[in-house]
Structure formats: C-alpha cells, structure tokens
C-alpha cells in the first residue's frame, strides 16, 4: 500500500507527530462549533487555515471518519428505539441510508449536528473536507484513502438524504458542505491508483435532475438554487 510506504518512510519521508495531531483535534473540537458565535462560513475557514500541514491532514481524516462512524451509531440507536416503541424493524444500511430515510424519515432525526464528538457539519466537517480535497495527492503518504473516501461518501449520503427526507433546511451552509463534499471527493479518488466504485445513493442521485432551492441562512428568502444530479455528475464522473 502507497499509504503505508509512505508512513515507513518509502517514496519520501512523512514526519507526523500524534501528539501535535491531538491538540489540534482538542483545538478544533472546542473552539468551533454551533456554541461559536462566529458564521459557519467563517469558522471552516479558520479550522481549514489550522489543518494546512500533515498532520493537520490526519486530523481532518480523523474528523471526516469519526462523524461517519458517530452518524451510523446514532441511527441505529434511533432505529432501535423506534423499534422498542412501535415494534417496527428500520434497517440501517451505512452503504445507502436513502431506503432508510425513504421509509422513516420522519421518525428520525438528523444526526450529523448534534453528534458526541460535537463536530459540527457546517464547520469543522466543511473544513475537513476541503482539505482533504485540497491535498488529494498527499493522502495516501499518511493515512488509508480507500476507507476514507468511503467515509466522505457516507457523509454526502446523509447530507443530500437529510434535505429530501429528514426535514433539514437547505441553506448556504448546507449547500457548500454537499459542494466541498463533491468536489472534494472526485480529487481523492482521481489521485486514487485504484478507486472505488460510486456508492449506491450516488448512483441513483446522478440519474435526477431535481432543483432544489438554497435559503440565506438568516432569512426565509431564497438565495440560489442547486441540481444535485447535475453537479454530481459534472464533479464526479468528469
């Protein structure tokens, strides 16, 4: 593996430091966030800013997986909670959530901002991701890109879902998490020697046209407007 050479010092030696790596996370974790009383927009530039070097890169692998890997326990907790009150069975499938949230939508509640590690979508995750995208071509040097570009997937997957199904405003914010999501995604897999497949619930969003509108994060008026399908297949089939 690329990635594991790269940590054992073939193809040009990585300097990584797991405790720099923690105190950015700690950094990251508290400082920013829905308490911030700073715009989202804002707070992902200054969190991007903070993740610029290697191990800044860990850090936004770490945060993109650990919301995928948080997201998923909170749906099945959902999910069995649902089951303990109505005796109905919800099956929670991280490779597509779109059958579940088609079928039960709203019964559930969307989990990405309101998860443990307290990373909030619009913030530390938006950062994240750009950066990931940003330094495509050194991610294989410090980390696995294989199941982390399934991790981004997961969380596109539970964005685009909470807007049709889960009641989720879809603002500015929301729209540039999808975006940076998009594109960040395409520029890991295209620096990827043997990408993976698109996931189901991309597949299936590709072959849509639907408009939906963009809202100002303040107000009730609508800002802009945004093809997923269109935007999906300009970014990630190009």
């Not at 495509?136 to 596109?156: K, N, Q, Y």
């Not at 405003?169 to 975006?179: V, Y």
Request: hydrophobic share 45%; with cysteine; net charge positive.
């Amino acid at each position: 593996m690329r990635w594991l050479r790269g940590l054992l010092g073939g193809g040009g030696r990585v300097q990584l430091d797991a405790g720099r790596q923690q105190a950015l996370l700690r950094d990251v974790q508290h400082r920013y966030g829905a308490h911030a009383r700073i715009p989202f927009r804002e707070q992902a530039q200054a969190v991007t800013a903070m993740l610029g070097d290697d191990d800044g890169l860990v850090v936004a692998a770490r945060i993109v997986s650990q919301v995928a890997d948080e997201a998923l326990a909170d749906l099945q907790a959902q999910a069995h909670e649902v089951h303990r009150r109505t005796g109905r069975r919800l099956l929670v499938n991280r490779r597509n959530y779109r059958p579940l949230w088609k079928e039960a939508g709203q019964a559930l509640r969307w989990p990405l901002p309101a998860l443990p590690c307290g990373f909030h979508p619009y913030a530390q995750v938006a950062a994240a991701v750009a950066v990931l995208g940003s330094q495509a071509s050194r991610l294989d040097r410090v980390t696995d890109p294989d199941p982390l570009v399934t991790r981004m997937f997961e969380v596109l997957d539970l964005t685009t879902a909470g807007w049709e199904y889960g009641r989720v405003r879809l603002d500015t914010d929301a729209a540039t998490l999808a975006d940076r999501l998009i594109s960040s995604t395409a520029q890991v897999l295209a620096a990827m020697d043997d990408p993976p497949r698109l996931p189901p619930a991309v597949r299936e969003l590709m072959r849509r046209n639907n408009t939906y509108d963009v809202y100002d994060p303040t107000g009730p008026r609508a800002v802009g407007a945004i093809n997923l399908g269109a935007r999906m297949r300009e970014g990630l089939l190009a």
